[in-house]
């Protein structure tokens, strides 16, 4: 009877264990969820590395194919992905069967495997719709003609058998170019790491040689406008002494991307696709780029991507902030969630006023503040700014969950910005 007691007791603590187990688990994914969601993902690295082994297989793999795509490890996301898939049992909801399939068309898209993106797209599409708004299904209809028309296009590739320096220059409206040689023909393209595509106009297609792939999607043009576009390849170009192959350009027509009532005119856009596959990219006073043969580790971890949207890890105070990384921003804003977690700081030293801000839309006004004298580091680099605009309330979804946005005003307080796709650093000297 003794010996039934002791096993009946023994028994009692490992189904208590094992609940607290699965609570603890629960709660862990809870929070793991929640960070996503506002897209920290620093606090989210931070948070799993330290806590994994409190996670199940499954929820592990997960969590880990997620970070490694944010952190631009892709090839390392997609193997957990497809470790995660093979699991002989799997307990995700449809909520996160989407979120996972949509990590692995990023990394596909980013890996320029487009027949594999173009099937998770399709994936995507039949068996996930009701789970996304009908913005993405848009948007996923529209890609997946791109990844269809790119499925037997090979992946992009960089030779690059020495340091480079490419040299910039603004053009009128303030945006640097850099010359692009294809076919032995240069011409002045616009160098934007936020454009997710190169693009080039329709009247250069034919002149340089370049395989035309006639589509039936569309891109938002310069003006706001749905235009129907195509898709071309550079089977070689060359960025000074570096060789790409394999380079997807955007076809618009002439006047979609043009400007005649300021006599404007842009050749094309070399965008993050051909910008990333350098590795690391150093952007000096001088208007000079130069991009070493081997990038360095740098070791920060302080540079995400989410999709195509750059974000940065900033340091306030003691804390950890994610800022979007737009370096075509003059100066930096904060948005509401630094409102919301400094109040009572702000409301202390600041008054509230009104400002107003011109969009597409009009002139709107927005209540907020004025803040002097904010110290903020990146990596070890440390200034301080005056006169930064708060937004007390939330502005547009796309930004709702950044602490703010960081600006020329910062980046000009150095001589050096070195940006490591490779190893997911910024540094400023």
């Known amino acids: 009877m003794r010996y039934l007691m002791l096993f009946i007791t023994a028994l009692t603590v490992s189904c208590a264990q094992s609940v607290q187990k699965t609570l603890n688990d629960t709660k862990l994914t809870e929070e793991l969820d929640s960070l996503i969601e506002v897209q920290d993902f620093f606090q989210l690295k931070k948070r799993y590395y330290s806590q994994k082994n409190n996670l199940n297989q499954e929820n592990s793999l997960y969590y880990e194919a997620i970070i490694l795509n944010r952190f631009n490890d892709l090839e390392a996301s997609n193997s957990k992905i497809a470790e995660l898939l093979n699991l002989e049992t799997l307990h995700l909801n449809d909520t996160m069967f989407n979120r996972i399939y949509d990590t692995k068309l990023l990394n596909h898209v980013n890996l320029y495997q487009y027949k594999a993106a173009a099937a998770t797209s399709a994936h995507i599409l039949k068996n996930y719709r ?63 790491t936020g454009a997710n595509i190169s693009v080039i ?40 002494n570096l060789t790409f192959k394999n380079v997807v350009f955007l076809v618009l027509n002439d006047e979609d991307i043009s400007f005649p009532q300021i006599e404007y005119f842009i050749n094309g856009i070399i965008g993050f696709p051909v910008i990333e596959a350098m590795e690391e990219v150093r952007i000096s006073k001088d208007n000079s780029i130069f991009t070493p043969k081997t990038a360095i580790d740098y070791k920060q971890n302080n540079f995400a991507l989410d999709g195509l949207t750059p974000i940065i890890a900033v340091k306030y105070q003691n804390d950890t902030l994610s800022f979007g990384f737009d370096t075509g921003a003059k100066s930096t804003s904060l948005y509401a969630p630094f409102y919301r977690k400094y109040k009572e700081e702000i409301e202390l030293h600041y008054t509230a006023q009104t ?11 927005f209540e907020g503040y004025v803040m002097d004298s904010i ?33 020329q005003d910062f980046i000009k307080q150095f001589d050096e910005m070195i940006i490591s796709f490779k190893y997911s650093s910024v540094i400023f000297k």
Do not use: C
């Not at 269809?148 to 992009?156: F, V």
């Not at 297609?205 to 390849?233: H, M, N, P, Q, R």
């Not at 070890?380 to 602490?403: G, M, P, R, W």
């Open 130 to 192: 009701l789970v996304n708004d009908s913005a993405k299904i848009e948007n996923l209809e529209n890609e997946l003609k791109i990844w269809t028309s790119l499925a037997n296009i090979g992946p992009q590739e960089i030779i690059k058998s020495e340091d480079a320096t490419i040299p910039m220059t603004k053009d009128k409206v303030g945006l640097f170019n850099i010359d692009v040689s294809i076919s032995n023909k240069t011409y002045n393209y616009i160098f934007d």
């Open 201 to 240: 106009k329709r009247s250069l297609v034919e002149e340089l040689g370049l395989t035309y792939i006639e589509s039936d999607f569309y891109v938002t043009a310069f003006t706001g406008e749905k235009v129907d576009s195509d898709l071309a390849i550079a089977k070689e170009l060359n960025i000074g």
């Open 355 to 365: 400002f107003t801000s011109g969009s597409a839309g009009g002139i709107i006004e």
């Open 375 to 407: 110290p903020l580091s990146i990596g070890n680099s440390k200034t301080t700014l005056s006169s930064l605009q708060l937004h007390k309330n939330d502005i547009e979804a796309d930004v709702d969950h950044f602490y703010g946005n960081l600006g």
